[in-house]
């Protein structure tokens, strides 16, 4: 394993000979000291009461922070920094589907928000009722989020663009009392008309809401229904100047709901609370993105993911960092024409300090020109963060030699928050090794156990499921949504003889304590007695040079009970176009395997696609393949991007 970034400082967090470095320090005051170790980091924020207790874990798994205490997040978001830093910018906002480039400031913003509050505040929203939204990426919905935030309504952000049927499940879940939407969203110039589909599924959903705030683009016609549907403009002028003071919420009261990606069945709703989650995204904020107040946080996800949740809207804004707001493919400028430099020129042009992407926006980037990431000046930049995804190590060590930055792998979940494994390079600078997205964040227990025994596997590099002790840190899931039941079921149940949260991930740890996720529990694959991840598999694909993409999947074999296929999208398209070059490659592949792993895992056949399918978040559905495959039935597909991509794998069998 290689180092990504030649940075100096222990990351071991062993104890013996060595002294104990200031991470690992860190690391065990967290465990061992909860509550004193989170009644500092609390301090990073402001509360109108302070906490009277810093953890009730009386009820296990479920764990209470900071109870007692009362704050607001838009209150840290946005108020907290009007005095210091009013007049800098917090929202910079770029769409390169609609050539549009604008910058809110504090106060600007804390002005945006307010109009929508009482806007939503007209249409009946009060503590704890729930508002869908239903958005593009354009600022409106970062109002809306915090303007929620601030009058104590519950936000449920449902990915835009998601077709009718996702988003009546979400619906009927969420039982909102308003929606709040657009006429369109954009992607690639294609115009997505988002009114006709909300309309389709509040038909399709028993729950229907008493209002829907509509932004207009003037994208798309929109069509309203009398008396429930109302036009923002026409709110937001009337609450112009509209002073809404943040309302002072419990530590405990929910922030929001937001669904996992759907990769490996059907979303569950995620619960999260309010002062925990403020911490912990103040403190990571700190301790792991190394961002500062004043400086340009730039991620680009979406807010219907989670990272668009804790790394767009709140952590950045908490930190009182401007943050970028992206509308578009990484591939196009602002003036609309192709641009595979885009985001460095934003980078150069914001001087963004801290980025934050995912392993697939990297690897489509890895097919534009090179000299695009010389062409910039990307010195402001401290650190790229890659999440969603096991980075394979071409794509890692491609990106890492051309911003010649810290490449900082980083793995968590929905239910998390925020990360659970990568380094704190806020507390200690830690060296990383590709293909680990590194040690335990402060505050998470994780251990690996046998899936089967539930016993420990302390020793390095036994493959078992990673799973994290409660009491879960600050930021954690407080629940699943009106569901005590599935949570504990889902997530707590699943090791026998242990109440242990289950992350349904295969992991190793090496001798140093780094961890590697080695994919799905339910991807391992089963071949002749021995268990193989498909991960590991694919890490060995993606290693041969004409390898863009793959996916492998475990298939039922009568006589060795699985096998492996792979999918493999070629870098050179033409290499594969006729069957005696495919043959070559599928070759050159399996000995590949053979060579890395062992003639056992060599898939049984490779066969080549123009593309995967994947979630709408680009993560693979390695579950659909796999029925498919199977000659299966896919299963729920709410959440697929390309159902076409499917189609293709179909057409092979
Ligand atoms: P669902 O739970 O509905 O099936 P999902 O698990 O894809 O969907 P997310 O919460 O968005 O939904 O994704 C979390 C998962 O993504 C992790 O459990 C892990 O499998 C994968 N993941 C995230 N970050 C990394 C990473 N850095 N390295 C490897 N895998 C990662
Ligand atoms: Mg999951």
Not at 281 to 299: C, K, N, P, V, W
Not at 483 to 493: A, L, P
Request: with cysteine; charged share 25%; net charge negative.
């Amino acid at each position: 394993m290689n180092s990504v970034s030649a940075s100096a400082g222990s990351a071991s967090a062993r104890q013996g000979d060595k002294p104990m470095s200031r991470y690992a320090e860190f690391y065990r005051r967290s465990v061992d000291e909860p509550e004193g170790f989170w009644s500092e980091q609390a301090r990073l924020i402001d509360w109108k009461t302070p906490p009277q207790l810093i953890l009730d874990a009386s009820r296990p798994p479920f764990a209470r922070w900071f109870v007692g205490g009362t704050t607001n997040l838009c209150h840290n978001a946005v108020d907290r920094h009007l005095a210091s830093r009013g007049e800098q910018r917090a929202l910079i906002f770029v769409s390169t589907e609609t050539g549009v480039e604008k910058s809110y400031s504090f106060k600007e913003l804390h002005a945006e928000v307010q109009r929508v509050a009482a806007s939503l505040m007209e249409l009946g929203v009060g503590k704890g009722d729930r508002v869908l939204i239903y958005m593009p990426m354009i600022p409106e919905a970062a109002f809306a989020m915090l303007a929620c935030a601030r009058i104590g309504a519950i936000h449920c952000v449902v990915f835009g663009g998601f077709a009718s049927g996702s988003l009546a499940s979400r619906i009927e879940d969420a039982t909102p009392k308003v929606i709040v939407s657009a006429d369109a969203g954009s992607r690639g110039n294609k115009i997505l008309a988002y009114k006709p589909l909300l309309d389709e599924a509040i038909r399709l959903s028993s729950h229907k809401p008493d209002a829907v705030l509509l932004f207009d683009r003037e994208l798309a016609p929109m069509e309203l229904s009398e008396g429930r549907d109302h036009l923002a403009s026409v709110l937001l002028e009337k609450h112009r100047d509209a002073e809404v003071p943040c309302t002072w919420l419990d530590a405990t009261d929910i922030s929001y709901t937001i669904y996992t990606s759907g990769t490996t069945g059907k979303p569950k709703g995620v619960q999260r609370d309010t002062g925990g989650y403020a911490v912990a995204l103040a403190a990571s904020m700190q301790h792991i993105f190394d961002g500062r107040a004043g400086e340009t946080y730039f991620s680009t996800s979406d807010i219907g993911w989670v990272v668009g949740h804790s790394y767009i809207v709140y952590g950045p804004l908490i930190a009182g960092m401007a943050t970028i707001m992206y509308e578009g493919l990484p591939t196009q400028g602002i003036d609309q024409q192709p641009d595979g430099g885009i985001w460095w020129r934003l980078v150069e042009k914001y001087k963004v300090t801290v980025m934050f992407s995912a392993p697939t926006a990297v690897r489509v980037l890895k097919k534009q020109d090179p000299a695009l990431l010389k062409k910039y000046d990307l010195s402001s930049l401290r650190a790229l963060f890659l999440a969603g995804e096991p980075l394979d190590e071409p794509t890692g060590r491609w990106i890492s030699e051309g911003l010649g930055v810290p490449i900082i792998d980083n793995y968590w979940q929905t239910e998390s928050g925020w990360p659970i494994l990568t380094v704190a390079n806020g507390v200690e600078r830690t060296p990383s090794k590709f293909g680990s997205p590194g040690v335990p964040m402060y505050g998470f227990k994780v251990k690996i156990l046998h899936e089967s025994t539930g016993e420990e596997l302390a020793g390095p590099d036994e493959k078992g499921v990673v799973v994290i002790e409660g009491p879960t840190p600050p930021g954690f899931m407080q629940t699943v949504w009106r569901d005590d039941e599935r949570f504990v079921n889902t997530y707590w149940k699943s090791v026998p003889g242990k109440l242990v949260y289950s992350t349904f991930d295969w992991g190793i740890r090496d001798a140093d304590g780094y961890f590697y996720i080695l994919g799905r529990t339910d991807d391992v694959i089963n071949v002749a007695g021995h268990r193989l991840g498909t991960r590991e598999i694919e890490e060995s694909i993606s290693g041969h040079a004409n390898v863009a993409e793959v996916a492998v999947v475990g298939v039922a074999d009568a006589l060795k009970g699985q096998v492996a296929l792979a999918f493999v999208v070629a870098k050179d398209g033409a290499a594969v176009a006729d069957e005696q070059a495919a043959l070559q490659l599928e070759g050159e592949i399996m000995k590949r395997v053979s060579d890395d792993l062992g003639a056992l895992a060599r898939p049984a056949r490779v066969r080549f696609v123009t593309a995967l399918p994947k979630t709408r978040s680009g993560k693979l559905l390695r579950r659909a393949i796999q029925a498919v495959c199977e000659q299966r039935d896919p299963g729920d597909l709410t959440t697929i991007d390309d159902p076409s991509t499917l189609q293709q794998i179909k057409n092979l069998f």
